[in-house]
């Protein structure tokens, strides 16, 4: 049986959701990129099974906080490791944020279609650090 990690990405704008996959389609070790729209579909996502390697989770979503998704990852013994990229415009209403362990970045969604370039470049020494993480626990 074959191991692929997956990077989650939990995004409810298509348009930024689009822009991320598009950016960070090339990614090491085989990874893949999943995009689910919320909160429910990702705790789905992460219980049925083990090969996310990372998440990406946008704090403002149609039902409800990022952060709630982050702290109940935190909450599941399986799950409270696995490192967590936060996109936000703004944060000032989560300063827990960066208290939380298994939050590896915060970073701010760009605010123009260009701007995503730069941030795959941005995350992806911590998306190829967590696939490669997930890959040797696999093996």
Not at 70 to 96: A, C, Y
Request: contains cysteine; proline residues 6%.
């Amino acid at each position: 049986m074959s191991f692929t990690p997956r990077i989650l990405l939990v995004e409810d704008d298509p348009q930024d959701a689009f822009l991320v996959q598009q950016h960070l389609s090339d990614l090491p070790y085989g990874g893949e990129l999943l995009g689910v729209s919320g909160i429910h579909e990702a705790q789905a996502r992460l219980m049925e099974t083990a090969d996310i390697a990372c998440v990406m989770v946008d704090l403002k979503l149609a039902d409800g906080s990022g952060a709630t998704l982050i702290e109940w990852m935190l909450d599941q013994p399986t799950l409270k490791d696995i490192p967590v990229i936060v996109f936000s415009g703004d944060r000032s209403q989560h300063p827990e944020l960066d208290t939380f362990s298994n939050v590896a970045c915060l970073i701010q969604k760009p605010s123009s279609a260009s701007g995503y370039e730069a941030l795959a470049q941005a995350l992806r020494p911590i998306v190829s650090s967590a696939l490669a993480r997930s890959v040797y626990a696999a093996q």
